[in-house]
């Protein structure tokens, strides 16, 4: 009999990768939903793992401090150390894997045992330790007598995502050593922000929904004036990265080095359909991605050169929503704020309620007879601020379903087919008016149309990786002037709804941005 040949470095990492792949599913399959959803658990497949990990910046020599911040089963440490194996033979790693769910500590006590005995056979010295408890108290020195850890050359993550109620303690505690945070995801990545070292370096995978909103507005402040983003990578479908589980949100992957410089340099964008695609990879101008004179500090990802045209066909647009006399707000009557006016059915001294439901086909169906939410509220002094007068008004839902094939949708609701009565409108729609009051319904109509088109369905994808359209978003996109929109709804008619085809075909008619970027696309 022959010596078993002893295995390469290669092999060894790989079979440490596919142990701790083994232990993550195993683990995500024996989690109960509503636990899951409490501690907001999205466990990090090998893939994505192994991507994170080729985004750090491991130093040939010297000892390396990484965090692992919700470690979950362990994948990226797994991740990290196996790239170590490959690449550093030479290399002395710190690990501290930070979990707070105590269900999980024997299997990720179990892969950080086996990154320390697969990182030996090859040479490299790994130190683990398992941080129990909150991650959010740890980082910020848990009680008056600790002091908070000793900062980090590297922090991995794919942080728990879970809104925060205002008077939630994770939100103090984050607000009064970093930022204001209204996400669980947010405050581990601000938190792990303050844990690094100068020069440190942060790659994380999160929700995109970060990147522009009102309610990430402080945070996103937080991390552009301390970080400096190198790398962004989005994967195109909602599905692929936690497939096995209801995400609504479009994911981003990205890198970011701790810094104390003003000066912006260029940083890399990729976009991928899954795991095994080759990305698209470009380089682009720092105040490209965060314009230097957004207040919002909005955080722009174009994949590709078809993203930066929309974006410049966008930037031509002659009118902010001031310049039309209008103006966008959140619907008024929230309805658990207001149950005792609600009615399920029309019926004398009510008005119509219009929730998402009653939106359909770029027209206002209402009543929805049998729906499972109110049709009408009463008029009383009482919801007298919770009316829109007779008017016409466009429409937009708040959020899109995943199904949905557009990021806006937008409905007419016009005057003449309720004539002479007062609307309600739910929280759950954004209300287009003109301060407080109607439009001219060739106005309303050609909003609409232009809400509706593809060419803008682009843009709000381009920067908006979440299903949840704000009136904020609404109101820091450009406009057609009013006389394109006017003219546009004009061309509508009478007649019923466009399709998406004579939609785009319209827009394209009226609209002379885009007739530009039409022009601009034959020439090229």
């Not at 994911?251 to 970011?256: E, G, L, R």
């Not at 965060?290 to 966008?314: C, K, N, W, Y």
């Amino acid at each position: 009999m022959t010596a078993e040949e002893p295995a390469t470095t290669c092999e060894v990492a790989g079979r440490l990768v596919d142990r701790t792949e083994a232990r993550r599913q195993q683990s995500s399959a024996g989690l109960d939903p509503d636990r899951r959803a409490s501690l907001g658990q999205y466990f990090t497949p090998s893939q994505v793992a192994d991507f994170i990990a080729a985004l750090a910046n491991l130093p040939e020599l010297g000892c390396i401090r990484v965090l692992d911040p919700g470690a979950g089963a362990g994948s990226l440490s797994a991740s990290i150390v196996a790239r170590l194996i490959k690449e550093r033979p030479h290399a002395s790693v710190t690990l501290v894997a930070c979990e707070l769910d105590e269900s999980l500590h024997p299997v990720l006590a179990d892969t950080l045992r086996d990154c320390r005995e697969s990182a030996a056979k090859a040479g490299v010295k790994v130190e683990t330790v398992l941080q129990p408890g909150s991650f959010i108290d740890w980082a910020a020195g848990g009680s008056l007598l600790d002091t908070a850890p000793e900062p980090f050359d590297l922090v991995v993550t794919n942080p728990p995502y879970k809104k925060l109620r205002k008077n939630a303690s994770e939100r103090s505690v984050v607000a009064s050593h970093a930022s204001d945070v209204s996400n669980l995801y947010t405050a581990f990545l601000a938190m792990s922000v303050n844990l690094l070292k100068p020069g440190g370096q942060l790659v994380a995978i999160t929700p995109r929904s970060f990147a522009n909103g009102p309610y990430f507005r402080s945070f996103r402040q937080f991390l552009l004036d301390r970080m400096h983003l190198d790398r962004l990578h989005v994967f195109e479908s909602r599905s692929t990265v936690f497939g096995d589980a209801d995400v609504l949100q479009e994911n981003v992957i990205f890198s970011a080095t701790r810094t104390a410089s003003i000066e912006r340099g260029p940083l890399t964008i990729s976009t991928s359909a899954g795991y095994d695609d080759v990305p698209r990879v470009r380089t682009a101008p720092y105040t490209e991605v965060v314009h230097p004179s957004d207040p919002e500090q909005f955080i722009h990802i174009s994949g590709d050169d078809g993203d930066r045209e929309t974006a410049a066909m966008l930037a031509r647009l002659p009118a902010q929503l001031v310049d039309l006399g209008l103006k966008v707000s959140t619907g008024r009557v929230v309805d658990f704020r207001a149950k005792e006016h609600l009615r399920m059915d029309p019926e004398p001294g009510t008005v119509p309620l219009i929730y998402p439901l009653h939106m359909r086909g770029g027209r206002i169906i209402w009543p929805v007879p049998g729906a499972r939410k109110p049709n009408a509220i009463v008029s009383t002094e009482a919801t007298s601020k919770l009316m829109f007068p007779s008017g016409n008004y466009a429409v937009v839902k708040r959020m899109s379903s995943k199904e949905e094939p557009r990021r806006v949708v937008a409905s007419v609701f016009e005057s003449e087919d309720y004539p002479g009565m007062e609307i309600g409108f739910e929280n759950h729609v954004n209300v287009f008016h003109a301060n407080g009051v109607g439009m001219p319904v060739d106005l309303a109509r050609g909003l609409c149309l232009w809400l509706n088109s593809t060419v803008l369905d682009g843009f709000i994808r381009r920067f908006n990786g979440h299903t949840q359209i704000n009136a904020t978003d609404l109101r820091n996109l450009r406009y057609p002037s009013v006389a394109e929109l006017t003219a546009l709804g004009s061309s509508l008619g009478g007649g019923s709804w466009p399709d998406q085809e004579k939609i785009d075909n319209l827009v394209l008619q009226h609209v002379s941005a885009c007739q530009t970027q039409e022009g601009d696309d034959t020439t090229a």
